[in-house]
């Protein structure tokens, strides 16, 4: 199969990582980079180790194509580590895990003053979003993910959200309700220590990783499970104990996200396959999450039912 | 100093453990046992190695006097643990964890179908406040202990609490808003595998345990702490990485804490001393907030405020 080619919108420093993943990728080519500064794409292809037959343009729009039968990922990187796919397994395993009782999700980090005055993510004209929808988009996906995907009945901002002077969210938390009586957490956060928490537990197991969106290593990542727990005579221990695991992987998380972006692309066009549904189904059941922690927060800490 | 005595009322399970523990204090003695029944006070005077010259009642009264000036503690094991004197030496330093951000913490256990029908705890007339006053409190006490036992403003549970047909708590969730801002949460349960996790996220530093109201080993226990986390180039991993720490004890926790309790009741009983003030003033804070978190579910999940 002919190598898939990417083109890339804009020099953001997240566009060098996926750059290289998608350099890293077996199946994909960096074929064409666009910012609204000519000199800026070139300068961003040349630093990229884009190839001299790349196409370099002074816009978005020369990059784009837009038709029918694409296929839509959004750029959620640990969701193609392996470490998920085990883990997802562990969540499946109803004699390991059981049925899912409650999620906290947590994923803060501490920015400095430039970024408090001048990152897109704090402009109110700009990613408006804030904190939520940056880091707070990840915990709702992590939450999503252990929930397979099934959207909780209400969503609730806890009181307590920090706001800037133009009404961006530089931290919050919120609580989810789904309909069978499971809940979730998640805390959120641009003014705090770099942290990246999901715990999940279940009725006979608990699962839990502390470096959900990027692992501390790129060629392993680790979990905890631990399953029947309990405690040794008179209390003074654990029998069972928790247990660590760790997944290597040949490819960092990004390269094999474009990697599967890439075998899926491929499917469509050089074998008439249909696009995978579920990736804009993820993306859209987290937006709608999203979304109804906002209204949450805008309401005055009103609970917002969640409506597919 | 002459050994302080020990009277035991009731013959719980978890009273054998701390008669193992006073048993197992340099400074304490195994004194007086109380049951409703002579013969169940026999019994477990017996099987939990009281020396021969323990009194064996056939009632609670009779080893109970009442005067003032006595020392007031609530057997929370875990805050005698020489770990938990560490962490709290991480938290306040400014330079390693700064500023307190958020908190959250979990304590479940899966109870069988005869705890459900016939433990205390889950019966209206006997423990009421069910997985709020057994584990739920735990987890506002961890709370309250890396908030350095300042009140939260308000308090708010979480809607989802599950209930039994007497309207006793089998599981539930809160919230918590401190004045500056500061944030917490919890759940609680009886209906999912036993976990114990306290997460708290400052500006510089992270501090995480999973094990803390029993440690996983009764001579040893360890926590996690990250300071100023940040990504490699790329963000291909962590740099620097959270780190473990290990802190040994001789003794196990309910020993310690029994030393501790005789160690100050001798002060008082041999040098004049008068009672330790914080540690009824713990037991009373945390009460306040499980009393507001009940406050809250009894009035459909509205914010309630805490006052001293």
């Known amino acids: 199969m002919a190598p898939i080619n990417f083109g890339i919108l804009g020099c953001a420093f997240i566009a060098g990582k996926v750059s290289r993943a998608i350099t890293l990728s077996p199946n994909s080519t960096l074929y064409a980079i666009g910012s609204r500064s000519y000199e800026k794409a070139a300068k961003f292809a040349k630093d990229n180790g884009f190839p001299d037959s790349a196409k370099i343009y002074g816009s978005y729009d020369a990059v784009l194509m837009t038709r029918?039968?694409?296929?839509?990922?959004?750029?959620?990187m640990w969701m193609h580590h392996p470490r998920t796919a085990k883990m997802k397994e562990f969540l499946l395993d109803s004699s390991l895990f059981g049925e899912l009782k409650s999620v906290h999700s947590c994923f803060t980090f501490a920015v400095d003053k430039?970024?408090?005055?001048?990152?897109?993510?704090?402009?109110?004209?700009?990613?408006?979003?804030?904190?939520?929808?940056?880091?707070?988009?990840?915990?709702?996906?992590?939450?999503?993910?252990?929930?397979?995907?099934?959207?909780?009945?209400?969503?609730?901002a806890l009181r307590g959200a920090v706001l800037n002077s133009a009404g961006v969210i530089l931290a919050c938390s919120a609580s989810m309700q789904w309909e069978d009586g499971k809940t979730a957490t998640f805390h959120c956060s641009f003014l705090a220590n770099l942290t990246m928490d999901v715990s999940v537990?279940?009725?006979n197991?608990?699962?839990?990783?502390?470096?959900?969106?990027?692992?501390?290593?790129?060629?392993?990542?680790?979990?905890?499970?631990?399953?029947?727990?309990?405690?040794t005579e008179l209390v003074t221990g654990w029998e069972p104990k928790p247990s660590e695991h760790t997944v290597s992987t040949d490819l960092p998380q990004e390269a094999l996200m474009v990697s599967e972006f890439s075998r899926l692309v491929g499917s469509i066009k050089f074998d008439g396959a249909k696009p995978e549904k579920k990736w804009p189904t993820f993306s859209r059941k987290t937006q709608l999450v999203v979304d109804a922690v906002k209204t949450s927060i805008d309401r005055g800490y009103e609970v917002v039912e969640v409506s597919s």
Chains 1, 2 share one sequence.
């Open 68 to 76: 029918s039968g694409v296929q839509i990922m959004d750029a959620t």
């Open 205 to 231: 197991g608990t699962l839990r990783f502390h470096d959900f969106v990027v692992p501390f290593e790129e060629n392993k990542a680790s979990f905890l499970t631990a399953v029947k727990s309990g405690f």
């Open 114 to 156: 430039n970024f408090l005055e001048n990152d897109i993510r704090v402009k109110p004209d700009l990613d408006a979003l804030g904190a939520l929808g940056d880091v707070g988009w990840y915990c709702i996906r992590s939450i999503l993910w252990a929930a397979d995907f099934e959207l909780p009945k209400s969503v609730l």
């Open 201 to 203: 537990v279940g009725t």
